[in-house]
């Protein structure tokens, strides 16, 4: 009877190839979303151990952030940037179950993200929304919650203005363009609770600033952010 199984697995594996979202490479049966090779070299940051650390200081000054955190180095050309774009772009959302279940595991070794409440994935004006079909920093907040067994709300955060590419753009420039876009919609949901945004990628910080800025007005209890990679 294993012997059938494990054939039609092979049949399927000729005819429908697993391939590492990482190095493009052929899955072994036991092997998920990456090859064990490129998981071993995946550039985590252990940010989470820190509370002082780059990513942190992005935000010092600007908003009052409780924590915040990413989980791989994104450096160009490499590992984090060929899942992220295989995530964003490639229909790939898988990846970001893997990405947010491997934060979880991190968030769970430090005392300073135990008590949150509410999972707020960064959120994509509806009209990129419709293009893509999907939000991938609801994925990666997916696999956070599914470890975590937090909430996630991704109503009550909106995104009421489409903007530019950002890529080309300084700090500044970036959020003087991202101001009043994301708005607050249901005020109750957020009032009181500690709050973990989620993105996929950090580069100035811009979008999440402007996220957390809206939030804030509103009287969290906390505010944490995590993302999947960070620029360095």
């Not at 070299?41 to 915040?68: C, K």
Request: glycine share 6%; proline share 3%; net charge positive.
């Amino acid at each position: 009877m294993w012997s059938i199984i494990n054939l039609f697995h092979d049949l399927a594996g000729l005819l429908f190839p697993r391939l590492c979202s990482s190095c493009s490479r052929p899955l072994l049966q036991a092997e998920r979303v990456i090859c064990l090779k490129c998981g071993y070299d995946l550039p985590y940051t252990d940010f989470h151990l820190f509370v002082d650390n780059p990513l942190a200081r992005q935000f010092w000054g600007r908003v009052p952030i409780h924590g915040a955190t990413a989980l791989l180095y994104f450096n160009k050309g490499g590992k984090t940037q060929k899942m992220i774009h295989n995530l964003k772009y490639g229909q790939q959302t898988e990846i970001g179950l893997f990405l947010g279940r491997k934060m979880a595991e991190r968030l769970l070794c430090t005392e300073y993200y135990q008590d949150i409440d509410l999972i707020i994935p960064v959120p994509l004006h509806p009209r990129k929304m419709r293009k893509r079909g999907y939000n991938q920093s609801q994925f990666l907040a997916e696999g956070i919650a599914e470890i975590l067994g937090i909430q996630i709300n991704n109503k009550t955060l909106i995104r009421k203005t489409a903007t530019q590419s950002q890529t080309k753009k300084d700090r500044y420039t970036r959020f003087q363009n991202l101001q009043h876009v994301f708005k607050v919609v249901n005020k109750n949901a957020i009032q009181g609770k500690h709050i973990l945004l989620v993105d996929d990628v950090v580069t100035t910080g811009a979008t999440l600033e402007s996220c957390a800025a809206e939030l804030q007005k509103h009287d969290v209890k906390r505010l944490s952010i995590a993302a999947a990679a960070y620029v360095s």
